[in-house]
């Protein structure tokens, strides 16, 4: 079945630094990648997407990008502010999950002011 | 439009006794995906369902854990005799669309956070 890496698991930065988080994926027939942003004590909220039939999306300060040759995926938060810390996690879904999401261990980002 | 909703967001349990967690997924929505997080670790899926059917229940535990979705009212994911074990948070999410080849936006609620004394 599919199997979601991701790295790091932990990451520090300055307020005002860009923040990459990046995922591998194992099933070649996945087609869609959300990433979701966890603050402690609720759920996880979706906060962007990407399809296979693209390489990369932007929604203000954050883009993702997709390489499916290599089946990988990545998370770019940029400017990053205090209010970006949370746990971030990537998941991958397609034909052979049958619409579960397979997810990623979890990025814990801490932007220090 | 309210998102999804989940009860009890917390929900004490002693060994043995039985867990009921409830889930309404978003209106309009009639997929519901329930989820499993155990603490400093990531999601597992346990269990996908559509209106009076069970699609997908390959993460489920073999024993005590099942879930329904019946025609009126919510999802509900129940755990009976629970042991230590089954500590965790427990996610419902919910998704306009399902299944195979399809994109699956799916959107989580708050959760129902389970501790088993």
């Known amino acids: 079945g599919e199997n979601v890496e991701q790295h790091p698991s932990t990451l520090s930065v300055q307020e005002g630094d860009s923040a990459v988080i990046k995922c591998t994926y194992s099933?070649?027939?996945?087609?869609?990648f959300p990433w979701y942003k966890q603050e402690l004590g609720k759920g996880p909220q979706l906060i962007i997407d990407i399809r296979s039939n693209v390489g990369e999306k932007k929604d203000q300060r954050i883009a993702v990008t997709l390489n499916k040759t290599a089946k990988h995926f990545s998370l770019h938060i940029t400017e990053t502010q205090p209010e970006d810390s949370a746990v971030y996690f990537c998941?991958?879904?397609?034909?052979?999950?049958?619409?579960?999401?397979?997810f990623g261990q979890g990025t814990e980002l801490s932007v220090k002011p | 439009n309210a998102g999804v909703m989940q009860n009890p967001r917390h929900l004490v349990r002693r060994r043995g006794q039985e867990a009921r967690l409830r889930c309404s997924p978003m209106?309009?929505?009639?997929?519901v995906y329930w989820y499993r997080q155990l603490p400093e670790e990531g999601l597992k899926f346990m269990v996908y369902?559509?209106?009076?059917?069970?699609?997908?229940e390959s993460g489920m535990p073999k024993e005590r854990f099942s879930a329904e979705f019946p025609k009126e009212g919510p999802s509900i994911l129940r755990i009976q005799q629970v042991v230590r074990g089954d500590s965790a948070a427990y996610f419902c999410a919910s998704s306009p669309t399902g299944g195979r080849g399809s994109y699956n936006e799916q959107f989580f609620g708050p959760g129902t956070r389970l501790t088993v004394l």
């Open positions: 998941a991958a879904s397609g034909y052979n999950q049958g619409g579960k999401l397979i």
């Open positions: 209106k309009g929505h009639s997929h």
């Open positions: 369902l559509q209106k009076e059917n069970i699609i997908d």
């Open positions: 099933d070649s027939a996945s087609n869609y």
